[in-house]
Structure formats: C-alpha cells, structure tokens
C-alpha cells in the first residue's frame, strides 16, 4: 500500500530549471532516507540525490552537484529536488525512492519524464 508519486516532468531547454516534486503515502517518511534517481534512455539507473531524515548533508551524485538541490518536508511526506543549469544529458525518467532503516525495504514511483533538448 505505500505509494510513492512523482510530478514536475516536462521539456525544457538547455539552461532552464525545473522542480520535481515526490509525494508518499501509506507510511511515514519521517525516519526514513529518500532520494531520486534517475535512467537514461539506453543507460541504466543511477542515483542522483540522497537525503536523510534530518536533512543533514545531503548527498549528490559529481555530474550534477551544485546545480540540484534535494529537499524533504516530513510534515507533507514529500521530497523535491530542483534543478537548474539543465543539460541534455539530464535527459532522462526520474524516480522517487524511499529506503525503510527498519526494514531495509526500498520502495520506487513510477517515475516522471525530464527531457532537456535545444
């Protein structure tokens, strides 16, 4: 029954900046580490952004440190993850994920397309 929702997807060119949104339901995201990755058509998954539950030091992949920045607001059980400085290269589906440390489950959204093309 959890259910993580991405939203935010969209085209935009070179340069442009765009803000991802991730909403959970059926638990609480409150101890829980949340992240977003991201495929590549052709490529496999990879991580892209890491944040814990406090939102101490949060984590970035070297292709896209400092032009994301990943959020959390326990309150709504939803994390972000603004873009900017897109490149074509950020092309890709991003995915939501939620990592239980209780339980060591992970869980997955179905993704939300980013297409970033001049």
């Known amino acids: 029954q959890v259910r993580l929702q991405e939203s935010g997807g969209g085209f935009l060119q070179p340069g442009g900046s765009l803000r991802l949104s991730c909403t959970v339901s059926?638990?609480?995201?409150?101890?829980?580490?949340m992240g977003w990755f991201r495929q590549a058509p052709g490529k496999e998954r990879e991580d892209v952004a890491m944040i814990t539950f406090d939102s101490a030091r949060p984590y970035y992949t070297r292709s896209v440190r400092g032009r994301v920045r990943i959020s959390r607001d326990n309150g709504q059980n939803s994390v972000y993850l603004q873009m900017g400085s897109l490149k074509t290269e950020d092309t890709a589906v991003y995915y939501c994920?939620?990592?239980?440390?209780?339980?060591?489950?992970?869980?997955w959204g179905q993704g939300t397309k980013v297409t970033v093309s001049s």
């Open positions: 994920h939620l990592f239980s440390q209780e339980t060591l489950r992970n869980y």
């Open positions: 059926g638990r609480d995201i409150s101890s829980a580490v």
